[in-house]
């Protein structure tokens, strides 16, 4: 006597991941809006920098990570083939040969500090200090390391790339994490 087994395979649509990819120098802007044209989320974070020529002075945006787009994708070979046919594309940032995700929360921050016009700026990685995270006011919730050679700041790193932006953070309430 045999017994039959009933097996329910279901296919569920991979999860979409944040990744970073690498651009030709200054193809920043033109590799995000041709893959947001192509369907793609993309999130190029940009700052504002005053630029001086000659006789004029201008204030112009500039991506806060030269060289970096992030894309958000599934695993799949259709969107990296999307990715890396997009004319100014180097490749996606990697470890060990596999593309290196990006956790959603980093992203959630760094959106959240973009939209609201804090003042920040760009440091080399560093590991080194606690993680700490601010409590109340518009940046609730956005955690970093504090940094101990200059007080007074939070590092968000943004370890795929190997990047940290600082904030200044003597007007808000910290907590250790």
């Not at 004319?87 to 990697?94: A, C, L, N, W």
């Not at 606690?130 to 050679?149: D, F, M, P, W, Y």
Request: proline residues 5%; contains cysteine.
């Amino acid at each position: 006597m045999s017994s039959a087994v009933k097996l329910k395979i279901s296919i569920e649509p991979a999860a979409e991941l944040w990744f970073a990819v690498q651009t030709r120098y200054r193809f920043e802007k033109k590799v995000a809006e041709q893959l947001t044209n192509k369907g793609m989320q993309v999130f190029l974070p940009l700052r504002k920098e005053n630029r001086f020529w000659g006789d004029r002075k201008k204030e112009v945006l500039v991506p806060l990570f030269p060289g970096y787009v992030f894309v958000r994708s599934d695993r799949s070979v259709l969107h990296r083939l999307i990715v890396l046919q997009a004319p100014g594309v180097m490749g996606f940032v990697s470890s060990a040969g596999t593309a290196a995700m990006i956790p959603q929360k980093q992203v959630d921050d760094l959106q959240l500090l973009m939209s609201g016009e804090v003042p920040l700026s760009l440091h080399l990685f560093a590991k080194t200090g606690q993680r700490a995270r601010i409590r109340g006011g518009r940046l609730e919730g956005v955690e970093g390391l504090l940094e101990k050679r200059d007080k007074g700041k939070l590092l968000i790193p943004i370890e795929s790339i190997q990047r940290s932006v600082a904030i200044d953070i003597q007007c808000y309430e910290l907590e250790v994490i």
